[in-house]
């Protein structure tokens, strides 16, 4: 029931001329009162409203901002903030008093039903975004902008047409990427196990991926290989359970018969609504480019443009990220006219990686004698370029035998093999040296981050971590609350973006994990012991435990 002070105040719903409601605000306080009472929610409620439907837009900030922390609890002062401020008024309070009253409104509701609030959000913003609805409208201007207007005030509100990644800092959502390559470079394989860690919802090297999502390939060229690919991985990766992804391995031509088009959406969603439970594709893989458009001219623009505009038509009817697979020419640039890698939003290069040895240009190989391959950001619009990852193609015994009853082998993509140092060029090191363990500048920022939380507000570690009981543990929101602080300038300048502090975050918890220094159990951060170069209080003469456990865990998502 709600309180009875609220009724002190008008809220200024609106409704058209026949009665019918075209706003909810009395949803919108009680589903953030909800949120706030049970933060762990946030999630669900983001796949149910999003903040563009809210009609009170300081309301609808509050709500990107708590789905925002990804099940964590807000801090009174920033609701604040996402108000506007402590002058802002909401429903005749000041921002200050607001916050208390979601606090004692989300106290009275309880249990409920949090959904059946922003099933009312949405539905009434849906009634008042039609035509009907806007023509009817009282009390309020019936005029609605048709030329994406964006108002200063609702900059930090999460718009439908907004920036964001499928895959960290890497495959932005609903886009057009490009991933190319020469011949033999494994540019393929390299998208199929960012195809399986999208279905599968786990990082790609350290690039977090927040759920698992469908993925339809395109397997154009290629396509009887397919079977063989999935069976490899499965095997190599042990992957057992059922995983939303899917080959088409019939060729379509998407370029002389602009029906195919439509014919491959359909297709794709058919597949989607039956094989998985009516979930829109996270992304569509087309291998290759050439394959899906026989025929085609590589050079004459006009018929470039068309090609991209099919690709985008696909993006728009399964609202899922488009990634083509190309072929690069001797240069290193797409094949062709570069109209079609000049107006999309991501180019990927793959390549064998090399160094100079008597102005020749020798094969880079790991440990384990594999070519060593290289995957590199060369255009990114709203991100950073650079290398995402060396790899290595590793063969893999299918279980399918030929007619003369050899096995079929696949292979996988792994990381190198860098077990012993490699010769000079070839970017590797270990990080341990005869001092302790050697942190690069990203690594350090962290890791003085994690030490200072750690002895700040570090506790004895839960029985159910299985960790000795001299060893302390640190909830990981308060290592990025003082990671976050340690990476304001200082001397005023402009701050790292909130994307690259998440991709630094990922980056120096998974090496650091990988390599013993620290460990993790969600939410529990801990040292192991390895002592630090530069560090001496974590020299062995100055161990903090007396017991010091290296336990190696699962990749850690940055808490926003």
Request: net charge negative; hydrophobic share 35%.
């Amino acid at each position: 029931m709600m309180p009875e002070v609220l009724e002190e105040y008008v809220l200024g719903d609106i409704e058209d001329e026949r009665g019918a409601k075209l706003s909810d605000q009395l949803a919108e306080h009680r589903l953030l009162a909800l949120m706030l009472r049970r933060p762990e929610i946030a999630p669900e409620m983001r796949d149910l409203v999003s903040s563009r439907e809210f009609f009170d837009r300081a309301l609808g900030r509050v709500f990107d901002g708590m789905v925002s922390l990804d099940g964590f609890a807000p801090e009174p002062k920033q609701i604040i903030e996402w108000l506007g401020g402590e002058t802002m008024v909401i429903a005749g309070r000041p921002a200050k008093q607001f916050v208390g009253y979601l606090v004692g409104l989300g106290d009275e509701l309880g249990d409920d039903d949090a959904s059946a609030y922003a099933q009312s959000i949405f539905e009434t913003a849906e009634r008042r975004f039609t035509q009907e609805g806007q023509t009817n409208l009282v009390g309020l201007d019936a005029w609605q902008s048709k030329m994406g207007l964006l108002l200063f005030e609702d900059r930090d509100a999460v718009s439908p047409d907004q920036y964001d990644y499928l895959v960290e800092d890497l495959i932005p959502e609903q886009e057009l990427t490009i991933i190319m390559g020469p011949s033999q470079a494994g540019k393929s394989f390299i998208t199929y196990h960012l195809a399986m860690c999208v279905a599968r919802g786990v990082p790609f090297f350290g690039r977090r991926i927040l759920k698992p999502q469908p993925v339809v390939w395109c397997a154009y060229e290629g396509g009887r290989g397919a079977r063989g690919r999935m069976l490899a991985y499965s095997r190599y990766f042990d992957v057992q359970a059922s995983v939303p992804f899917a080959a088409l391995t019939h060729p379509v031509d998407l370029w002389s018969k602009e029906l195919n088009v439509d014919e491959l959406i359909k297709e794709i969603d058919g597949l989607c609504r039956i094989a998985f439970g009516g979930q829109r594709p996270g992304a569509v893989i087309i291998d290759t480019h050439n394959a899906a458009t026989p025929g085609a001219s590589e050079i004459d623009s006009e018929v470039v443009s068309k090609i991209r505009d099919r690709y985008k038509a696909i993006i728009r009817a399964l609202e899922c990220s488009l990634i083509v697979i190309g072929h690069t020419n001797a240069l290193g640039k797409h094949r062709g006219n570069e109209q079609l890698t000049n107006n999309v939003e991501t180019v990927i290069a793959v390549h064998k990686k090399t160094r100079v040895e008597n102005r020749q240009n020798i094969q880079i190989k790991d440990n384990d004698s594999r070519d060593v391959r290289t995957m590199e950001i060369q255009k990114q619009r709203e991100g950073e370029t650079g290398t995402v990852a060396d790899f290595v193609l590793h063969g893999v015994e299918t279980g399918i035998k030929n007619k003369f009853g050899k096995v079929r082998t696949s292979c996988v993509v792994t990381e190198p093999n860098w077990s012993v140092e490699p010769e000079k060029g070839e970017e590797k090191r270990s990080g341990d040296t005869k001092g302790g363990f050697k942190l690069t500048d990203i690594e350090d920022q962290f890791f003085k981050a994690f030490w200072k939380a750690l002895h700040e507000s570090g506790q004895e570690a839960p029985p159910e971590l299985g960790l000795s009981r001299s060893t302390h543990v640190v909830h990981r929101a308060l290592v990025s609350k003082i990671y976050r602080q340690s990476a304001i300038p200082e001397d005023g300048s402009q701050p790292v973006s909130e994307n690259t502090l998440k991709s630094r975050w990922s980056r120096s918890t998974g090496r650091l994990k990988k390599l013993g220094v620290i460990g993790f159990q969600e939410p529990w951060f801990w040292w192991t012991g390895k002592p630090i170069i530069g560090m001496p209080a974590t020299q062995p003469q100055r161990y903090m435990f007396d017991d010091p456990v290296d336990h190696g865990m699962p990749e850690t998502e940055f808490p926003e």
